[in-house]
């Protein structure tokens, strides 16, 4: 079912926004829409998008199974949809839920990014360039160094 | 070059736990690390991750370029890495960073998920079901009512 069009219910004017990939999927962020926890990454054909924007629960394409996939149906671990964006590109939504259950990971972690963190070296950004300090005294001039 | 291994020095036990999709690739999540809003999603080869991993910088594999991108280096937005995280099926990392500049939209927005807000409706986890109210006060019985 690689790349074939499904059929869907989804507003014409939202799919002439969308740019997918090979396989006609999106990228979709799960992010607890209060605490800002990002929950997962899955993925939404057309109609995944309409099913989630209609119907209140975030709805997902099992590339694995090859069907949709509402979130919680199985596992009592629901996703309440709060609101849905889609990026300046079209190619990835941003689902603010409420997520109900024990998580949003299969594994029972509450997100799928709770099991492993890579070890990775601390970026910051350059401390703001100092003011130019003017000093009105002298520099230690060593020729005035008191004798020892 | 799509698909085609590029050279790297990741750690292989870190490469050992990626599922790339079929041009080598991971979705990569970019996060503020204190106000958790979601940024942008980018997409890291295995050397994108390696140097991501250990210069401080976001660093991403440009689909459309075929070349790698340090995320600011011509905007001066630069994402200074906090952590990153891998998904529990190695597909995705969350890389939570100190977004600097502008923000981390190439249209100058905060996030790449500042501009369009699709029409969804809400959905809301049903209330908890009441529990059952024993009530030892006897039914109003309309035989006891006091004569009026």
Redesign the interface.
Known sequence: MTGAVRPTDLDPS?AA?LKRDRDGLL?A?A?QHD????L??GWMDDEALHR??????ATYWSRSRQEYWVKGDTSGS?Q??????????GD???VQ??Q?GSGA???G?RT??????????????PEPAEPAVRTDTPAADPDAASPS
């Open positions: 939202i926004k990228a962020v992010q605490t800002g926890e990002v997962m990454v989630t924007l209609t119907t209140g629960r629901q309440w949809v709060k609101s849905v964006r889609l990026d300046c590109d990835t939504v941003l839920v409420d109900a990971c299969h594994t972690d799928c990014f709770d099991a492993v963190l890579l070890p990775a070296v601390e970026g910051s950004r």
